[in-house]
């Protein structure tokens, strides 16, 4: 096959893969783009059957009370406030493509944003507005139609899901964005240690839901071609990512002995983990569509935005 994002051909990775996360099918394999490195899950799955792997017990679509959930909002609380900085002085909107449970969507509507969303119709739509009385609307993102423009459009851990991602980046630029308007995007590294470590086994890649896998090389070079204006871009490592990694290397072994050693080799995988975080499994980008600023990069441990 092409690579979407620069026309090259892509080699087979990994063939025959499950979903090691819930379990809900296998005979999954991943081609990689030989330049930018960009990876593809195979078979293609169309949109209305993309469903099915987005069950009433997929962790995105419940609200979180645990000590996790805690961390995760602050996160997110962090994300919304750092995008404060472009809000205009007047309300600001905000547009959230996938968001899952609207947890997000919550937050920024606390912070000032008047909100909209959109996801899959199924659970997340429900919870959205029991939780939080916010109105989503079902769709997929590849076909969304925009009757209005937004001052932020936000696609946290979403894009990866899409089969087409061109065409979604495309729509948000021409049809999405106001003037100046400002894209957040937030997704796992194809590129990261934890893939390096884990293989087909690595939550980065979360078999079939993560439909393409962003390299960093492969995901500036996609927003450059839309003539998006980078401002800024950093790594994020989320812990919680490489430990679902190494129990689905343990669980979905083949074999109890290749199982007991997955087992004796945890000290080897801790030590790796503390140094993914000079290559951490997530990556942040800010990038506006009228190219007026630089891109700049000034906090320590953060990614220098180059092609």
Same mark, same amino acid.
């Given at each position: 096959?092409?690579?979407?994002?620069?026309?090259?051909?892509?080699?087979?990775?990994?063939?025959?893969?499950?979903?090691?996360? #819930?379990?809900?099918?296998? %005979? @999954?394999?991943?081609?990689?783009?030989? $330049?930018? *490195?960009? =990876?593809?899950?195979?078979? +293609?799955?169309?949109?209305?059957?993309?469903?099915?792997?987005?069950?009433?017990?997929?962790?995105?679509?419940?609200?979180?009370?645990?000590?996790?959930?805690?961390?995760?909002?602050?996160?997110?609380?962090?994300?919304?406030?750092?995008?404060?900085?472009?809000?205009?002085?007047?309300?600001?909107?905000?547009?959230?493509?996938?968001?899952?449970?609207?947890?997000?969507?919550? #937050?920024?509507?606390?912070? %000032? @944003?008047?909100?909209?969303?959109?996801? $899959?119709? *199924?659970? =997340?739509?429900?919870?959205? +507005?029991?939780?939080?009385?916010?109105?989503?609307?079902?769709?997929?993102?590849?076909?969304?139609?925009?009757?209005?423009?937004?001052?932020?459009?936000?696609?946290?851990?979403?894009?990866?899901?899409?089969?087409?991602?061109?065409?979604?980046?495309?729509?948000?630029?021409?049809?999405?964005?106001?003037?100046?308007?400002?894209?957040?995007?937030?997704?796992?590294?194809?590129?990261?240690?934890?893939?390096?470590?884990?293989?087909?086994?690595?939550?980065? $890649?979360?078999?079939?839901?993560?439909?393409?896998?962003?390299?960093?090389?492969?995901?500036?070079?996609?927003?450059?071609?839309?003539?998006?204006?980078?401002?800024?871009?950093?790594?994020?490592?989320?812990?919680?990512?490489?430990?679902?990694?190494?129990?689905?290397?343990?669980?979905?072994?083949?074999?109890?002995?290749?199982?007991?050693?997955?087992?004796?080799?945890?000290?080897?995988?801790?030590?790796?983990?503390?140094?993914?975080?000079?290559?951490?499994?997530?990556?942040?980008?800010?990038?506006?569509?009228?190219?007026?600023?630089?891109?700049?990069?000034?906090?320590?441990?953060?990614?220098?935005?180059?092609?």
């Amino acid at each position: 096959m092409k690579c979407l994002i620069c026309k090259s051909e892509t080699q087979t990775l990994y063939r025959d893969c499950k979903d090691y996360r #819930l379990g809900l099918g296998s %005979g @999954f394999s991943i081609e990689r783009c030989v $330049l930018c *490195g960009t =990876g593809y899950t195979e078979p +293609k799955i169309p949109e209305e059957e993309l469903g099915k792997f987005y069950p009433s017990v997929y962790e995105n679509y419940q609200a979180r009370k645990n000590i996790l959930g805690k961390y995760l909002r602050r996160k997110k609380k962090r994300e919304i406030e750092e995008l404060l900085k472009y809000k205009t002085p007047r309300e600001s909107t905000l547009f959230e493509i996938g968001c899952g449970n609207g947890e997000t969507l919550f #937050l920024a509507r606390e912070l %000032g @944003f008047e909100v909209y969303g959109s996801d $899959l119709p *199924g659970e =997340g739509i429900v919870t959205a +507005k029991q939780n939080f009385c916010i109105d989503v609307t079902p769709c997929a993102a590849e076909k969304l139609v925009f009757d209005k423009k937004y001052d932020v459009v936000l696609m946290r851990h979403s894009l990866e899901h899409i089969n087409d991602p061109v065409a979604v980046l495309k729509n948000i630029y021409e049809n999405a964005l106001d003037d100046a308007g400002v894209l957040f995007l937030a997704l796992p590294r194809f590129d990261s240690l934890d893939h390096c470590v884990m293989k087909n086994f690595s939550h980065v $890649l979360d078999m079939p839901r993560h439909r393409t896998h962003f390299t960093k090389k492969g995901l500036l070079l996609l927003l450059k071609n839309l003539n998006f204006s980078l401002i800024r871009i950093y790594g994020s490592e989320a812990p919680s990512f490489y430990f679902s990694s190494y129990l689905w290397k343990i669980r979905h072994q083949e074999t109890f002995v290749k199982k007991f050693l997955c087992l004796l080799a945890s000290p080897v995988y801790t030590a790796l983990f503390l140094l993914s975080f000079l290559k951490p499994n997530c990556m942040y980008v800010i990038a506006k569509k009228q190219a007026v600023l630089h891109a700049s990069s000034n906090e320590s441990g953060k990614d220098k935005i180059s092609l």
